[in-house]
């Protein structure tokens, strides 16, 4: 059946940013044609670590006005900057499940970073993708879902470009985990590269990102900075990357085989944390002896001057500096992601939103800002007082910070709510805040993030998926004193959650994730209903760890479990997860009906010209389903319609993978239509004897739900 909107729609189907590369080319050749050979190595090689104001650099070049350029980490916002915001990480923009929110939030940050003169902001993360539930740095990616990440890249990056500012997609590729991650070999199937952990900079270089971070880890045996499979063979040729490619910082372990790989920049440029130079003048003596070719140097400058060119950095970027202030207005973007982000699992007897409580016990050190001060440990490497980003280089430092009791206190006065609490972790200060208050709400967190800094004993990747803090007790301590319990959750990804859900006194769980510097206004707004939650879970929360069938590895990484990463291997193996992916309760009801499934897919490859981001024709939509929402129930929100689809049996894929999601805000008795336009891709499975993506034969079903569990209407496509 054909739906009355579909011409409308594919009349509207997103396109890929638009950017000249072939002027920028042009510009780039002219340049390259004055430069000697000292100046081609320079563009190409970072000054060293603490050289220049940015954490990389590289040297001017008067000739063509080339400045010393400034590469700054990174996803979240300006790391060291003094006069920026700090957005929300990527997991909690993910949870958002928002596309119009997550390009604001790219443009934002990039105009702080455009502002302080920064030309490469390190951003945004698809690796890791997450596959790992206790990664230390999953929270800086976009979940644990290739689509869902893909889309989070695309707008990010097409965000942040359009204000002229380089975005870097990282780490390229197979950085799951944090522990080894400069030793370790991934080692992994062709078909789980392309369909999982490619995907997402598939989606990178299809917005034309112009430049990718190599990633520390071995690749099948060969590091990722000198692997001609990954960096020529997939990225420049398969996907048609026109940027260029710089190293991880040291990431680096040869001249010659790295640059014959395809390598184009080297960062820091020395020796940084112990490693060695490679490129500066190694590079220059090996060109000169004919053992990297001059067309590699050449194509190396190209690309790293076209990258420079094609956002129009050549004319009126300002100069650097990392102490201007910057922050406008971007706060409201933080505010909302920060809000919009947050997922209710959990509440019974529609215990929230809060119903002017006379008198309101609050517990936990995470409730209160750092009393230590909200920017006091070195890149947030700590878990005190209440938790906004993990730790390590993807931080930047909080412009403010709205602690959970400020703006619970300043909204409660409103109500004449009486306030009592405990800001401590310590079970037995708990009945004095929670003993006769109408609701007690207790904030626990888990923390994580980048290997250099150990924080209470977990060097980066989490030992466990439990609540810090010993939050299982504090919790059950709340619960045994007062019976009308809210849990809120800080957390850079999933914790197992059957003890607080064992205490019947348990009415909520607010997954409050990462929202930055807006912690408590966010908070609120759920907490009062000023907004109903509309987050969705981008991650599963399994009943028990060892659900996932993943774990952190002390040797190389076999990625024996395939496709089968989160919700993927939970429907394969039929386990029950506690939430499942893509979850999250509402203070209204939505209802599903009508679903509309147009298009006939052909089997077997089709051909197309390589433009970004690989094959023409994958991009193109070859279906669209369309499904009606409806708000039936008493107040506004906003629902996150999602498609999964799953393949015919010959596929031999997981039983259902996300291929759309669309975001609907509806007044009460309101309705509206969320369309999927799904592309070629979407259907496609990696063959890996012809090394090409192929429309597999057989009956697709395309499911439309609120979850990944919770599919309301299907409908099926034979492919021909
Ligand atoms: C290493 C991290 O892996 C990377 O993400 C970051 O951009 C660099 N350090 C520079 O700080």
Not at 10 to 20: E, P, Q, R
Not at 38 to 47: A, C, L, Q, Y
Not at 106 to 131: C, D, S
Request: glycine share 10%; charged share 20%; net charge negative.
């Amino acid at each position: 059946m054909r739906s009355p909107i579909l011409a409308a729609l594919l009349a509207t189907a997103s396109s890929a940013a638009t950017i000249d590369w072939t002027a920028a080319y042009e510009k780039a050749n002219a340049s390259l044609a004055k430069l000697s050979l000292n100046d081609k190595v320079n563009i190409v090689s970072g000054v060293g670590w603490n050289k220049g104001p940015c954490v990389g650099n590289t040297a001017a070049v008067g000739s063509i006005s080339y400045p010393q350029l400034c590469l700054q980490d990174g996803p979240l916002g300006v790391r060291f900057a003094t006069g920026v915001n700090a957005f929300v990480p990527g997991i909690h923009a993910a949870a958002t499940w928002d596309r119009a929110l997550m390009r604001e939030r790219g443009q934002f940050m990039a105009e702080e970073t455009k502002g302080v003169g920064v030309h490469v902001l390190l951003g945004p993360v698809a690796g890791p993708l997450g596959k790992n539930p206790a990664g230390g740095r999953n929270w800086e990616g976009f979940g644990a879902d290739p689509y869902l990440q893909g889309i989070a890249m695309a707008e990010t990056i097409e965000g942040m470009q359009s204000v002229g500012v380089q975005a870097n997609a990282k780490h390229y590729i197979l950085n799951e985990q944090e522990l080894n991650r400069e030793t370790m070999s991934s080692n992994v199937d062709d078909r789980t590269l392309h369909e999982l952990y490619l995907w997402p900079f598939a989606d990178a270089v299809h917005s034309e990102v112009v430049s990718v971070m190599c990633s520390y880890n071995k690749i099948n045996g060969t590091w990722a900075c000198e692997n001609p499979y990954v960096m020529d063979t997939i990225l420049k040729k398969e996907l048609g990357f026109q940027g260029y490619i710089m190293t991880d910082w040291n990431a680096q372990h040869s001249t010659s085989p790295a640059a014959t790989a395809g390598l184009d920049m080297t960062m820091p440029g020395s020796d940084f944390n112990g490693g060695s130079v490679f490129w500066g003048s190694k590079l220059t003596q090996a060109v000169n002896s004919g053992e990297v070719p001059q067309s590699r140097l050449d194509d190396m400058v190209r690309r790293v001057l076209a990258a420079w060119y094609v956002l129009g950095q050549d004319s009126g970027y300002p100069a650097t500096n990392l102490k201007a202030s910057v922050q406008g207005t971007h706060k409201t973007n933080i505010r909302a992601t920060a809000r919009d982000g947050i997922v209710l699992l959990k509440n019974d007897d529609s215990i929230l939103p809060l119903k002017k409580p006379a008198k309101l016990g609050l517990v936990g050190s995470a409730a209160v800002v750092n009393p230590q001060g909200m920017n006091s440990c070195t890149d947030q490497g700590c878990n005190t007082g209440a938790l906004g980003m993990g730790w390590g280089s993807g931080t930047a430092s909080y412009a403010y910070f709205s602690a959970p009791d400020a703006a619970i206190k300043t909204r409660a006065q409103a109500d004449g709510t009486q306030i009592s609490m405990s800001a401590s972790d310590s079970t037995s200060a708990v009945g004095s805040a929670v003993n006769g208050a109408d609701v007690a709400i207790v904030f626990i967190t888990s923390d994580s993030g980048e290997g250099y800094i150990t924080v209470e004993n977990n060097a980066g990747d989490r030992n466990n998926l439990d609540p810090w803090h010993n939050g299982n007790e504090l919790v059950k301590a709340v619960a045994a004193a007062n019976e009308n319990v809210i849990v809120v959750i800080h957390s850079v990804g999933p914790v197992i959650l059957e003890t607080i859900l064992a205490q019947p006194s348990v009415k909520a769980i607010v997954w409050a994730g990462l929202p930055a510097q807006e912690n408590g206004n966010a908070l609120v707004d759920i907490l009062y209903g000023d907004a109903s939650p509309s987050g969705k879970l981008p991650y599963t929360i399994a009943k028990s760890a060892s659900d996932y069938g993943i774990q952190v590895v002390s040797g190389n990484d076999d990625y024996k479990e395939g496709l089968y990463v989160d919700y993927r291997k939970f429907d394969r193996d039929e386990i029950e997860p506690r939430y499942e992916f893509g979850y999250g309760l509402s203070y209204t009801n939505f209802t599903y009906s009508d679903i509309f499934v147009d298009g006939r897919p052909n089997a077997g490859p089709a051909t197309g010209d390589i433009i970004s981001g690989g094959r023409a024709d994958l991009w193109e939509t070859i279906i669209t389903v369309t499904v009606t929402v409806a708000n039936t129930g008493a107040v506004q929100g906003a629902e996150v319609a999602q498609l999964y689809i799953g393949f015919p049996e010959s596929a031999a894929a997981p039983p259902k993978q996300l291929r759309g999601f669309e975001k609907l805000a509806l007044e009460p008795g309101a309705s509206d239509i969320a369309a999927f336009n799904i592309r070629r891709r979407d259907v496609s499975i990696w063959d890996v004897a012809q090394k090409e993506w192929v429309v597999p034969e057989g009956t697709f079903t395309f499911s439309v739900g609120a979850s990944s569990r919770d599919i309301r209407l299907s409908g099926t496509l034979d492919s021909v």
